[in-house]
């Protein structure tokens, strides 16, 4: 991998870790220490999130604008002032203000750092976004396990604890992409464009894998929110559920060799690939869907987090391949924005569900919604096979 590369893992690394102190006990907090219900916490989360899709589109739009360097450095500096704000005052009023504030500055960063790791390695495909993705999952285990200990010494602690972490991460920016050359020099959109807006139809194939993709993540999602708090009512200590977090961040480190031989394999295309992660993403919800007992949410979550490494990769390299040139910072806006979606409609959704359904309803409401997202990736790219085949014919018909 290039340098540059290097330095945006590891600062993703380090900006995840940071995050991972906060987000897999941010429902635990709300409803087991501020008293509220779940679907109030799922309310809070949804307007976090909502922000942060707010942040995606903008963070898209400034990379194509003013480029990464300053749309990162933007949105760094936004978060880490709400996340002072949080650790001095993390009270019920204020703690929905800054959690806000920190979807939306953090939703900036997210496009911008993928788009650039697409832009300095062009070549790599897949793999830089893989290598993203790994990064982020070092910092979910890190960052996981050592909230889960800091909370159980004083759940105050987590606040300091993200908070001095982004700081590193500021500095890493501040001095390590300064000189990343990732600044798209082309702009161009359907409004440029003479004849048929070609770029319409790779618009709305990367809308049509996004309604899978949103889907994929309103049920990732209840891992953090509703599995969360069932875990706590089955008697499941908080370090344990933490542990979780820890081996889904580590399995997918360490099983990348494996997943990487099955993809070149057996999975030749980004839609076998994404659909093969969603046939195991029901498995694992009809796994944890009867889980009692600790080892069975343990192996729900390695069946999930197979799914995932199949998943969550192949997305951002679909927009990346259809978006056109100057137009990267924007596709990734809109993937980024899709998970936000998903995280922000999750929570509300798997509330609702189980406060007045029961979570037996919850996990047959997500395998279906998994199916649809199935449906969504088989057919994204009808039109684009369409208009190619046409172009063929038109080829072979002139010459």
Known sequence: MPRSLWLLVIGMAINVTGASFLWPLNTIYIHDILGKSLSVAGLVLMVNAGASVIGNLIGGFLFDKIGGYRSILLGISITIIALI??????????????????????????PSMY??????????????????????NLGVAVGAALGGLVAGIRFDYIFLANTITYAIFLIIALFGYRHIQANPIVQTSVLDQKGKLKDHTKLYALLTICIGYLLCWMGYVQWQTTIATHTQSLGILLTQYSILWTINGALIVLAQPVISFIVKRYTKTLKTQINVGLVIFIISFAV????????????????????????????????NDLAPKGREGFYQGIVNSTA????MLGPLMGGLLVDFYGMGMLFGILMVLMLVAIFTTTIYDRKLKVESNAVKSLTKSAS
């Open 115 to 136: 788009a650039m790791a697409g832009s300095v390695w062009k070549e790599g495909g897949r793999k830089a976004f893989n290598a993203m993705y790994v990064s982020q």
């Open 85 to 110: 704000g949080m650790t001095i005052n993390h009270t019920w009023n204020f703690y929905i203000i800054f959690l806000t504030i920190i979807g939306f500055g953090s939703g900036i960063v997210f």
């Open 288 to 319: 944890v869907g009867v889980a009692e007992q600790y080892t069975a949410f343990v192996v729900a979550m390695i069946i999930m987090t197979i799914g995932e490494m199949f998943v969550w990769p192949a997305v951002p390299t679909v927009a």
């Open 340 to 343: 936000t979606g998903g995280r």
